[in-house]
C-alpha cells in the first residue's frame, strides 16, 4: 500500500460494513484469514469479527478513524476486503466508499484534477 493511499488515513469502511466472505476463504479451508478473526453467519459464509453486529468495527482495525489506521490482516484480508477500492483510486468512482466515509463524518473522495493545458500560442 502507498502512503499517498487515502485508506490509511480513514478505515471507514472497516468500521461500517458488516465484512462477509466465503468460509471456504479461512484457514482451515485451506485460505489465508485465521479462523479465530471470523464469525459464521450463514452456513456457508463469516464475517470479520466485529462486523456482525452493531457497532461496527472489524477487530483486525487498529488506529483511529479519519486519523490514522492499519490493518492487522492486510496479507490474509478476504476477497471483500480486496476488491473494496477508494473511489478514484483507479479511475472509478465508489459510493460505498462515500457512504462509509459519509458515517464517520469524513467528505467523499473527489476524482484528480486534470492537470491545466495553457491553450497554444497562435502567433
Ligand atoms: S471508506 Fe474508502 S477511503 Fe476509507 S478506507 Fe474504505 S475504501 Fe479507503
Ligand atoms: S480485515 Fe482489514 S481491510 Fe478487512 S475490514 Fe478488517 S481492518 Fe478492514
Not at 28 to 56: C, F, N, W, Y
Not at 104 to 119: E, F, N, Q
Request: aromatic share 6%; charged share 20%; proline share 9%.
Amino acid at each position: 500500500m502507498s502512503d499517498n493511499n487515502p485508506c490509511l488515513s480513514c478505515g471507514a469502511c472497516c468500521a461500517h460494513f458488516r465484512v462477509s466472505f466465503f468460509w471456504g476463504e479461512c484457514q482451515s479451508a485451506g485460505g489465508l484469514m485465521p479462523d479465530d478473526q471470523v464469525v459464521l453467519i450463514t452456513p456457508h459464509r463469516v464475517a470479520m469479527r466485529g462486523t456482525e453486529s452493531k457497532p461496527t468495527r472489524c477487530t483486525a482495525l487498529l488506529g483511529d478513524v479519519g486519523q490514522g489506521v492499519r490493518c492487522t490482516l492486510y496479507k490474509e484480508r478476504s476477497s471483500t476486503c480486496r476488491e473494496f477500492e477508494a473511489s478514484w483510486v483507479n479511475g472509478e468512482h465508489n459510493p460505498q466508499c462515500d457512504s462509509a466515509r459519509s458515517a464517520h463524518g469524513l467528505p467523499p473522495l473527489m476524482p484528480p484534477v486534470a492537470p491545466s493545458i495553457a491553450p497554444e500560442r497562435v502567433a
